[in-house]
């Protein structure tokens, strides 16, 4: 199955870059390893389940918006 490339996000300011960077590099977390971890996942848990399509209920929130950029990323 192939996946669609995730596009990096628009930037942020200076300052935060700085921290989050910081944080990232304390945790050893890289975010386009993640996504394409869970991407690859849902793809498989789709493909293994043969189906084809997804429904997503979207309240407006930070976890919807985040669950609906996974699934596109699909």
Known sequence: MQ??????PEPLLPELQVELARIRTARAFDPYTYIAAKTTMLGQ??????????VLGL????????????????
């Open 59 to 74: 309240s407006g929130g930070i976890d919807s918006a985040v669950v609906l950029g996974l699934l596109m990323a699909t």
């Open 3 to 8: 996946h669609k490339p995730v596009s990096k």
């Open 45 to 54: 848990y789709l493909g293994n389940h043969g189906l084809k399509a997804a």
